[in-house]
């Protein structure tokens, strides 16, 4: 299965701020068109969750947790999409992964996941 490719993590003091991206590559682009992109998270020992979700239309939706301190954008010529992560905090700790659906509920992918730690 070909894999989203995501970037942007790593570890951060509690406060500050980091940005992942993800691109959806030509192996999945040429097969659908992404229309909502999101990004998920897991932390150790509890289940993933939806962080953030951007349509094809910009039209985003947030988690309670990230309301205010997380941005969601995508650049749709590049097939790309963006978390910006502003004041993190230790439960922001996570695996965070990146997820593309086309029209068809068949059409999705997920990226590998990129860790970002926040200490306090």
């Known amino acids: 299965q070909v894999l989203l490719v995501e970037s942007g993590g790593g570890s951060v003091q509690a406060g500050g701020s980091l940005r992942l991206s993800c691109a959806a590559p030509?192996?999945?682009?040429?097969?659908?068109?992404?229309?909502?992109m999101a990004w998920y998270r897991q932390a150790p020992g509890k289940q993933r969750e939806m962080v953030a979700r951007?349509?094809?239309?910009?039209?985003?939706n947030y988690a309670d947790a990230v309301m205010g301190r997380f941005t969601i954008s995508r650049n749709n010529a590049r097939k790309t999409v963006y978390l910006q992560m502003n004041n993190l905090k230790d439960e922001d700790t996570a695996v965070y992964y990146c997820?593309?659906?086309?029209?068809?509920?068949?059409?999705?992918?997920w990226g590998q996941g990129t860790q970002v730690t926040v200490s306090s």
């Open positions: 997820n593309a659906q086309g029209a068809n509920a068949r059409d999705a992918s």
């Open positions: 030509r192996a999945i682009t040429s097969v659908y068109n992404p229309l909502d």
């Open positions: 951007v349509t094809s239309a910009g039209r985003t």
